[in-house]
């Protein structure tokens, strides 16, 4: 007797319809999961706001502090939702060859263990770009969850930053949320853009460092996702510039990460690039994440991907990424009118612009033949069992179930209201 087909392996047209069981569960997941925004938005707007608010710089060290509780909580939160509604686990493997290879005392110096020798975390420099191919918009949720295992002790999923369509900047709680959480909201249109991304990302990356707090800034350079619609605009974009068109990923767009990393590096002397090459198991190739997974597919059908494929590179920005030389840059001010203090955007020289242009699409091209090669033999790399470290996507404390509700605020506001009340 064969074995029943797993229905993530299934284009999402092609699985069967519901039980009542599982529309229970996907009505408990919008419960829960609105309920952890609610009261995430709440308290930043309950609790926090009014000490923004206040004069003192103690209460606005008190604010940023919040603010960074709450955006824990919304780790925690995306967190929890894949530990009671969606399980699965990261599997994560290491560069052995190219470029930003690890070697063996690296994997073992960055894996932490508990004392049962179950590995819980990547022990990670703080401060990096992040980036990734882009298949599904579950991606970024993925990403995010990830980061809560990068230098746990640190608590990298506090200090994540993403850029979101200016249009969503006001959308009820969600919208809200993201503005407290100072992510950045660009326009889509370069001219405009590279200012607001000059004057952000000066502020954010002096202040992680002057601060020495990690920092984590997500970024996609392909742009969008790979889908059927953005297929023909890639080869369109290989032909227009006269090189081949990839496979199982679309061309980068280097403009982005290269105003990005030439903005942070001079704040973030240590500032490093993380690279990651994520699959998602079930999806052939050629074909389209987005036809097998999606956010209401994974949370709401229950049919999340048994397991997400990470492949890592870890780069130094100033030593192994060609950013080109600031010295000889000539800044200029962001904004003549306003003439922020210490915010400049620095003009990209043509050559260095090329450069860059180059090594960001062959690095692309062997993201693009590693998931070749892992489609075939099952391996990112050309060893066919490389080492890789299963971690589950689960919080590591029960306790942490309250912060992903943001508890903290309406217990600290009960006990202060009891202790008034005894006085």
């Not at 699985?15 to 308290?43: E, H, K, Y």
């Not at 052995?96 to 063996?104: L, M, N, Q, S």
Request: positive net charge; contains cysteine; glycine residues 6%.
């Amino acid at each position: 007797m064969s074995s029943p087909t797993p229905p993530y392996t299934l284009p999402i047209p092609a699985r069967a319809p519901q039980t009542w069981r599982r529309t229970f569960l996907a009505t408990l997941f919008v419960v829960l999961f609105d309920l952890g925004c609610l009261m995430i938005n709440g308290s930043q707007l309950l609790f926090l706001l009014p000490l923004r608010l206040l004069p003192f710089r103690s209460t606005r060290k008190l604010y940023y502090s919040g603010i960074r509780y709450t955006k824990g909580a919304f780790g925690c939160l995306q967190i929890l939702m894949c530990q009671w509604f969606a399980q699965t686990q990261l599997v994560v493997t290491f560069e052995r060859e190219g470029v930003g290879k690890f070697t063996d005392e690296d994997i073992e110096k960055y894996t932490i263990r508990d004392e049962n020798g179950r590995i819980t975390g990547l022990d990670f420099p703080t401060k990096l770009v992040l980036i990734a191919n882009h298949q599904i918009y579950a991606d970024w949720w993925y990403a995010w969850c990830f980061t809560y295992f990068l230098s746990p002790r640190a608590g990298i999923h506090r200090y994540m930053y993403i850029t979101l369509k200016k249009s969503l900047r006001w959308v009820p709680v969600v919208g809200w949320g993201m503005q407290f959480f100072n992510f950045i909201f660009l326009a889509r249109s370069w001219a405009s853009d590279r200012l607001q991304l000059a004057s952000d990302l000066t502020r954010l990356g002096r202040a992680a460092e002057a601060e020495h707090r990690p920092f984590c800034f997500l970024l996609y350079p392909e742009g969008t996702l790979v889908s059927q619609n953005t297929r023909p605009i890639s080869k369109k974009f290989a032909d227009k510039i006269g090189v081949k068109d990839l496979t199982h990923v679309l061309l980068p767009r280097s403009t982005g990460l290269h105003y990005t990393l030439r903005s942070l590096s001079p704040r973030i002397p240590s500032l490093k690039l993380l690279d990651m090459t994520v699959v998602y198991p079930g999806v052939p190739p050629a074909r389209y994440g987005q036809s097998y997974y999606t956010l209401r597919s994974i949370f709401l059908d229950g049919v999340p991907p048994p397991e997400i494929h990470i492949h890592l590179r870890l780069l130094d920005v100033k030593g192994q990424v060609p950013i080109g030389d600031l010295s000889a840059s000539k800044p200029t001010p962001v904004d003549g009118a306003t003439k922020q203090k210490g915010v400049v955007e620095v003009e990209i020289p043509s050559n260095e612009k090329e450069t860059f242009d180059v090594w960001l699409r062959e690095l692309w091209q062997e993201k693009d033949e590693s998931i070749g090669r892992f489609h075939e033999t099952g391996s990112f790399s050309k060893d066919p069992a490389p080492p890789k470290l299963n971690i589950p996507i689960q919080l590591d404390r029960k306790l942490e179930i309250l912060d992903a509700f943001c508890f903290f605020w309406p217990a600290a506001l009960a006990y202060s209201w009891k202790r008034l009340r005894s006085g």
